[in-house]
DNA sequence: ATGTCACAAACTTTGTGA
């Protein structure tokens, strides 16, 4: 069985690119991060031989599971998730007009999708960014995968599950291309990093793909100043594997070339294969 | 230091987010 995962930046923008991947490295499943649609062009992956659950919102965020070997189960969000309302402008703020009270919690945004295909259990996840230390929106990252531990607990069983996605988070220094120039960024900071190892005490495994060059199983290149091509990467896409899933491992892998030619994400797919 | 994308609306340009 192969799974994989993989943030297009726009499913929109990357269907060709899309298309493409499925039938080259045809995948059982595949979850998809930051596909920014309020409704997933279904059609064509169809058409392929894949299923379809999604989770939009609109412009932003995102999350889907595509499965040639069933889809059960599905859910949307997670237990207790944190949401996030943009701050005020600040033309409104210079007026020093009494706040605007807000009737209940800031909306939740489409970040967390979860389905069962074939014998294993798919959590596709969009963690967010943080923006930058001391940020609101690092407060909500940080939230957001406490939410995330607790939903993914409360799942925990006999059958192999696995959290796969974006999380926006290095987990070691070793999975950023120079760690002197994330000083003060987000990704590396000890909370980020122990919002993760509190994932993992859960009993799940990073699976660390290959690499397919230079050594570094680097998924994210910033579109920016070459950095691709200069392997100015980061590994942020990463695999969580239950104790039952990560036992059937096989291989597992980054595919670099899906970030090169004309149009691509600026993340690479992770590719698991499993031996069940 | 901040060079590229993608998106939507203030739409032939800008802002927001990454």
Sequence with gaps: ?????????SVTA????????????APDALCVQETKVADFPSA???SLGYEVAAHGDGRWNGVAILSRVGLADV?????????????????????ELPLTTTDGPPPREARALAATCGAVRLWSVYVPNGREP??????????WLAALRDTVAAELGESPLAVLGDFNVAPTDADVWDPAAFVGSTHVTPPERKALERLRALGLTDVLPRAMKHDTPFT???????????????????????????AHVRDSYVDRDARKGKGPSDHAPVVVDLDL
């Design 134 to 143: 001391g940020h609101e929106h690092y407060a909500y990252k940080l939230a």
């Design 75 to 95: 859910r949307r969000g997670l237990d207790g998730e944190p949401g996030y309302a943009p701050a005020a402008s600040t033309a409104t703020a210079q007026e």
């Design 220 to 246: 994210y290149w910033d579109y920016r100043a070459g950095n691709f091509h200069k392997n100015f990467g980061m590994r942020i896409d990463l695999v969580y594997a239950s104790a039952s899933f990560a």
């Design 44 to 46: 064509d992956v169809e």
């Design 14 to 25: 990357r269907l060709p690119r899309l298309l493409e991947w499925l039938q080259d490295s």
């Design 1 to 9: 069985m192969r799974i994989a995962t993989w943030n297009v930046n």
